[in-house]
Structure formats: structure tokens, C-alpha cells
């Protein structure tokens, strides 16, 4: 399995290098957020101002709020595109199972994705001198939420190969994911409390949440909580992923568009 | 051990409440080097079935056997299989020749220097060595197809499943593609090789198989299905006038005489006592009617339509 996310990395790094105006795009995109973070510009984080008015936690919330919006769409953006342009039973053709080569496919485009924000910020941060004190231990929380990103991810995937287009849903779906990685759950009573434990990405975001605005401590349970909920989220994501592949396969889907 | 065995496929599709059978009752078997036609006409179930025994569409009923593994519980069964899939480009046009076949070599499960290793070498062989670093959407129509094929070929498979290899593709390039066919069944391939060239099919394959409307209506070796198609007529040119006695004789055995030629339809023992009349006239040509591939496919075909 490593060396099928070892070829997925080397994949995604070679499409990044023949598309050169894309990544010089993608690359000035993310350098003025930082730096407009840097300059106090709250607003520019968009949802991540949820996250408190501290730089630290402006650019964790940000990385969040951008990593959670790429791990929902990829596969599914992926998925369409490969049927489009006929490479998509080629990768079924693989013994290792279309779920595990976009699983795969899925952690290469994250480390690449981070690879990208952290080389930024960390010129940035060389650059105008400033200082960020991470709470080192917000990355476990981020990890978690992703997890159940990817897991809707999944879900999504899904619908993309059976339909085949669901462009207009991907881009209503952004607001979805805005209502839970803004509300925060936790500070709500009985439904919304348990609703925040139950939705995907939420026990994570709140966690982060109250790491970095409210300064809590590391609250081993909660992060239990959201490491259950990410990796259940996953799973099932999976999980529908692989039913739809049968489905697909059964109806004779697969390659039409 | 057949490479590949199929046997009783079924497959239905339902759209808007509508049961549409495209395959029922297939049955396929190929050996080790043995070229296969799976012939039909556009709609006939052809693809359905190719993608049924590659595992890309779930039969309704019957079994898929790939060395006697089933590639629809058993995934790695898909190590022994490459395909060249019609309608679609199986490759990456943003990557270059080397790149794809290391990536679908790893995909197929190679590490990925023996993906590298052995990319190279097919690239050697198909000649596209020179453009190994080339972006694959740079090359020509014919230069993507024999990359198609050594990816599907990069993981060393039994079965090889090429699906319209020559459509779309200019006198030469079919002709190359056609060479490394009949290369790749000499080594021992086994491929199933589906086309609207007649003639390549003729040319390639060791057994046909002819579907219509989801059935096989028929299945031999190649040779044999063309014997059976091919008429009993043999055609005889004489290199001078026949004389009135022999018109007489020739006609009492049935034959007929046109404008120096002589058309016999009846066994072989029949064609020497024709061949005994003209003696010692000089006889230019002998030739018996032989069908070909084009006339069997649409007699086959059109006898199904009618029936």
C-alpha cells in the first residue's frame, strides 16, 4: 500500500510540475491569505475567524477550514474527470481495489496540499519575522476532523461515480461544510451538544476551537471523541464508496459519462 | 489450464423501467497463445462481455474464470489480466510514456523500479524509446495506442484484452499494432481481441466467436468457419478455345463455360473429371471459392436477422 501512495505522491507532484501557471496560481492564492493574515486582515480567513483573533489560531483555523474543503471534493472533482477522459477503468483494473487506490491517492494530495501551506508559511514567517506559538497539540484535533472529511469525501465519491455529475451538489455542498466547521456545537445544550458529537468534522473543530480561542487544555476524552467520530466517519465513507463501486459495477456505470 | 473460461454470462440492464438483455448465454474460452475475434456488430454485447471478464461489469448470472480464479471475488486475480479498453484514452495524457508505465505497473501490483525496469524495455520494443520523456498528449494517435498496450502489458499478464485495437488509427499504425499482436500470441498470449476489421481478425486470430443480440451464433477455429462459409465452386481459367465436344462433356458434368472460363460447383472427385476433359489444354489457374471473414460475419449475422 505504501508504494501505491509513494506513485500517487509522485503522480500528483509530476501534475503539479506540467501545469506550471495552475501551481504558480494556486501558490500566490495561499501566499497573500497568509501574508494578509500576517497583516491582521481577520476577515480574509473566512470561516477560520471562528477560530479566535490570535494569528496562531487564525492560520490553524484556516488550514483546517481549506484542507476539510480539498478532502471533500478531490476524489469526487478526481472521479468525474477520470470518466470523462477514460482513464477511470484503468485504475479499477488495479488488484489493490478503486478504495484503497484513492485512499491512497487521497493522503498524497494532503501531504502535497500541507507540504504547500507549510513551505509558505514558514517563508512567511522567516520573511516578516513574525512568530507563531502553536499549541502543538491542535495538530491532533485537525488530524481527527480531517479524517471525518475524508470520510464525507468518500460519501461524495460515491455519488460522483454513480452519477457521474454533481458539480452544482460539490459546490451547495460548501456550505455544509461551513455550517460545521463554524457552529460551534459545543457550546450549545441537549440536541446541538449531541448533534456536535454526531456530525462529521464537528468534535474536532470544536476541539480546535477551544484549544485556540478559549485557551482550554488538551482534553484527552474529547479528542477520544474525535478520533472515534473522524475514524467511524471514514470508515462508513469507505464503506458507501465500496457499496457504490458494486453498484456501479452492477449497472454497468462505470465508464459512461 | 484455459487462460481464460466463461462460461453461460448474463447480463441485463434496466433504464426508466425498460429490462434491456445485452448478454445471454456467452461462453468463451481461450488457451495460451491463442488469438481470439470476438466479433458483432455495434450494440451486440461485445464490450459488456470484454468488461465482464475483466471485472468492470458484475454478470448476472454465470462464471468468470481468469487461470481459473475469479477476478469478481478475488481481486488480485487482476494481476493476470491487461486491457485496452475502446472509448477510452488508458492512460494519462499529462504523463509521459516512462511515467504512466510506472504508475499503472505499480498500480498492478510491481514495485515501482520493476515497473520502471521493465517500462523501459516495452518501450524499447513498441519503438517509443525515443519518446519516453515526451508528454503522452504530444504523440501521435497510433503512438498512444502502442503505449495503451505495453501499459496494459507492463505487469506481465495471461490475458490481454484489446477492444477495437486498430479503430481510428492510420494504414500503418493498425499494421504495427497488428504486428505486435501476432508477436504477443506467438510468445504465448493469450488475447481476445475485438474489431470492426474483418480482415485483421482474419488475419490474427486462431478462433472466432460471432455474437449477435447478446448470443454467440457462432464459434470455431477460424480456419474451419471460413472452410464452412467457403462454396463448393472452383473456377478453372483455360488458355484456349474449348472445341464443341468438350463444351458437350463439361456440361454433362455440370460445369459451366464462360468466356475461357470454366465454373465447376461440386466435390473434388467431380473437379478431376473436369480436370481429365481439358487435359491437354494449358490451364493458367485453379482456384477455389474461399469466403472471407467480411462475408461469413454479415451471412452470420443478417441469417440471425432474418431468422
Known amino acids: 500500500m505504501l508504494r501505491v501512495i509513494a506513485i500517487e505522491f509522485k503522480r500528483g507532484l509530476l501534475n503539479l510540475r506540467r501545469y506550471p501557471l495552475e501551481m504558480v496560481g494556486q501558490l500566490v492564492v495561499i501566499t497573500l491569505i497568509f501574508y494578509g493574515l500576517f497583516l491582521g486582515a481577520r476577515y480574509i480567513a473566512g470561516p477560520a475567524a471562528q477560530f479566535g483573533g490570535r494569528l496562531d489560531a487564525l492560520v490553524v483555523g484556516y488550514v483546517l477550514w481549506t484542507l476539510s474543503l480539498f478532502a471533500i471534493g478531490d476524489l469526487s472533482w478526481g472521479l468525474m ?18 478504495a484503497r487506490v484513492y485512499l491512497a491517492r487521497n493522503v498524497a494530495s494532503l501531504l502535497i496540499m500541507l507540504g504547500f501551506n507549510l513551505v509558505i508559511l514558514f517563508v512567511l514567517l522567516f520573511l516578516t519575522g513574525a512568530h507563531l506559538h502553536f499549541a502543538g497539540a491542535a495538530v491532533w ?62 468534535p474536532g473543530a470544536g476541539m480546535l476551537r477551544g484549544l485556540l480561542a478559549r485557551g482550554e487544555p488538551f482534553d484527552m476524552h474529547l479528542f477520544a471523541l474525535a478520533l472515534v467520530n473522524g475514524l467511524v466517519y471514514l470508515l462508513v465513507g469507505l464503506w458507501v464508496f465500496t457499496y457504490a463501486v458494486r453498484l456501479t459495477k452492477e449497472r454497468g456505470l462505470l465508464g459512461g459519462y | 489450464m484455459a487462460v481464460l473460461r466463461a462460461e453461460n454470462l448474463h447480463k441485463t440492464f434496466r433504464s426508466r ?13 481461450v488457451e495460451m497463445g491463442e488469438v481470439l475475434a470476438f466479433l458483432g456488430p455495434n450494440g451486440a454485447g461485445k464490450t459488456t462481455t470484454i468488461k465482464m471478464v475483466a471485472g468492470l461489469v458484475r454478470p448476472d448470472r454465470g462464471l468468470v474464470r481468469i487461470e481459473e480464479r475469479d477476478p469478481h471475488r478475488d481481486p488480485w486475480t487482476l494481476r ?12 494519462y495524457w499529462r504523463l509521459t510514456p516512462l511515467e504512466n508505465l510506472e504508475y499503472f505497473g505499480v498500480l498492478r501490483g510491481l514495485t515501482a523500479g520493476a515497473a520502471r525496469r521493465r517500462g523501459e524495455l516495452l518501450l524499447r520494443r513498441f519503438d517509443l524509446d525515443h519518446k519516453k520523456n515526451v508528454l503522452t498528449q ?15 502489458l507492463v505487469h506481465e499478464p495471461a490475458l ?46 486462431e478462433r472466432v466467436a460471432i455474437i449477435r443480440e447478446g448470443r454467440i451464433v457462432a464459434k470455431d477455429r477460424t480456419k474451419t468457419l471460413l472452410a464452412r462459409f467457403s462454396g463448393e465452386q472452383y473456377e478453372i481459367e483455360v488458355a484456349a478455345e474449348l472445341d464443341e ?45 474461399r469466403a472471407d471473414l467480411t462475408e461469413v460475419f454479415l451471412k452470420l449475422v443478417r441469417e440471425e436477422a432474418d431468422a
Not at chain 1, 470520510?151 to 457521474?164: D, I, P
Not at chain 2, 504530444?138 to 496494459?152: D, E, N, P, T, Y
Not at chain 2, 477495437?164 to 508477436?183: F, M, N, S
Not at chain 2, 472460363?261 to 473434388?268: A, C, F, I, T
Open chain 1, 81 to 98: 474527470n477520470e470518466a470523462r477522459e477514460g482513464t477511470l477503468e484503468q485504475v479499477f483494473l488495479s488488484p489493490y481495489g478503486p
Open chain 2, 138 to 152: 504530444q504523440l501521435s494517435r497510433g503512438m498512444q495506442q502502442k503505449l495503451a498496450i505495453a501499459v496494459s
Open chain 2, 245 to 289: 465436344p468438350r463444351r458437350r462433356r463439361l456440361a454433362g458434368l455440370g460445369a459451366e463455360v464462360t468466356d475461357g472460363h470454366v465454373v465447376y460447383v461440386g466435390d473434388p472427385e467431380g473437379l478431376w473429371q473436369v480436370l481429365e476433359v481439358l487435359r491437354p489444354l494449358p490451364i493458367l489457374r485453379v482456384e477455389k471459392d
Open chain 2, 80 to 91: 493476470r489480466l491487461g486491457a485496452v479498453l475502446e472509448g477510452n484514452r488508458n492512460v
Open chain 2, 160 to 205: 490481454l484484452l484489446l477492444d477495437e485495437p486498430t479503430l481510428g488509427l492510420d494504414v500503418e499504425a493498425a499494421e504495427t499494432v497488428k504486428q505486435i499482436v501476432r508477436e504477443l500470441a506467438a510468445e504465448g498470449q493469450a488475447i481476445v481481441l475485438t474489431t470492426h476489421h474483418l480482415d485483421v481478425a482474419q488475419q490474427l486470430s
Open chain 1, 141 to 202: 484535533p485537525l488530524a481527527a476532523a480531517l479524517l471525518g472529511a475524508y470520510g464525507v469525501g468518500f460519501m461524495l465519491g460515491a455519488l460522483a461515480l454513480y452519477f457521474k455529475r454533481i458539480q452544482a451538489f460539490l459546490n451547495l455542498f460548501q456550505f455544509v461544510m461551513m455550517f460545521l466547521v463554524m457552529t460551534p456545537f459545543e457550546r450549545l445544550e441537549g440536541p446541538g451538544r449531541l448533534a456536535g458529537i454526531l456530525l462529521p468534522i464537528t
Open chain 2, 17 to 29: 423501467g425498460r429490462a434491456v438483455q445485452a448478454v445471454s448465454g456467452v461462453s468463451l474460452r
